[in-house]
DNA sequence: GTCTATAAGATGATAGAC
DNA sequence: GTCTATCATCTTATAGAC
């Protein structure tokens, strides 16, 4: 539906060194398409009229269809874990010890660090960002390949989520925060993908693209998660 | 991989009446192939190898790949929600405030009355209900038709816990509970799609094929999950 | 860098023999 | 009911002109 930006045929002399502009156009085109459809669901030609570019393009910018992929894909991880790594580390930070009249680090105060960013980024960064988060959600329930990609991607920061948790509650097990990183995780991804379902089961009571909605309950809702679960495992213990 | 169930060849006279058996064999070939590569990621040539059959019949049997899709969808939903309303209603009667000497219910009741009968049948009914797990929870983050699809078929089951939850808590807001359910299901359907994810992150802490461990935590998280944000709800007005 | 043209193969679906 | 054969179309990807 959406043609290209500027020009609206590809007659005659390009317009000068598109070439990066014209990769980004393509990444965005890319994007928007594999977050609705799914990788298999989106053909390079959708693609190519999608970024209004020509077929060929593609391939020449890109190679095979799935490094078209994997390059929509990678493009945003690096920006999300920095955002998310930077975010904890100022937190941790914040919370020093060492640090005169600074408070103690709460189990939710590390749950907000880890997701606030990719909320805000989700607010803020423009309709690429709603796309790249779909994607991401629909990556992380994908059993084929899905798993192994977040893995190669994501797992870092999850790692420093859970080591800082265990530094908040040093008696919790390790597969207790697993665990709990998971149900997390689902709750997260589901709310960033903005599918629009809850929109029509709350019947207009809820919208899916009111992140403001989620912040005010998410961080809340996992922290208490976590620390009902953290409390009967050493209950049980 | 996996071959026809019994005969190899699909030579010489079929052993009668297989009619109704072929139907779900093909039902299962195609389910298990869905659920790992999503709609778009199989052909129905790979359905009709996987199943022994040929090509020529799955379209005999249920016209165009989509209503296959459909089909496969369609078959285990009706036994998921008659388990899931009657798991719920039993709990209601069973605190029934009119029966001397029943308890009252509870937020973690009413949560484990919604979520055990999924962990239930996926623990007892073979690899089948695994892949049909793992296909939902696909669906319910495809943005494109997988909204539609789960409200189609799961909506009346969601709105019966909301109710309930509503008769636990009856100074809950609708939206708060709306919310709390799609963190809720966000986290279920990742626990009961099994993608293995968890098993690489905790490096062998934990194994996502573990539903006794989901078990053991997952209505404990969300019940507290859902108390905290009703709680700051409350505290808010 | 960008387009035209096309190769080489896969895909959903059907008609008709048995 | 089941299989053979095939159509018409669409797919990814490339070679080569401009």
Redesign the interface.
Known sequence: MTAAKTRVSGRGRPSKAKGLDLKETILDAAEGLF???????VTTRQVAAEAGVDTALIHYYFGAKRELFDAVFLRRAEILNQAREASMNAYVKAHDPETPGAGAMTVEGVIEAFIAPLLRISQDGGPGWKSYF?LV??V?????W??ET??RFF?PV??QLVETLKIVRPQAE???L??????????????L??????D???EG??H?SDLE??RA??F??????????IA?ASSAA
Chains 1, 2 share one sequence.
């Open positions: 977050a609705r459809h799914g990788f298999h669901g779909a959600a629909q992380n329930n994908t059993p084929a899905g798993g977040m893995a797992d999850v790692h390790y597969r207790d697993y665990w709990c990183y998971q149900f997390l995780t689902g709750s997260m991804m589901l709310s993908s903005e599918t629009g379902r809850i029509s089961l709350s009571e809820c899916s909605a989620v309950r998410l809340s809702y996992c922290a208490a998660g976590f620390e009902a679960v009967k």
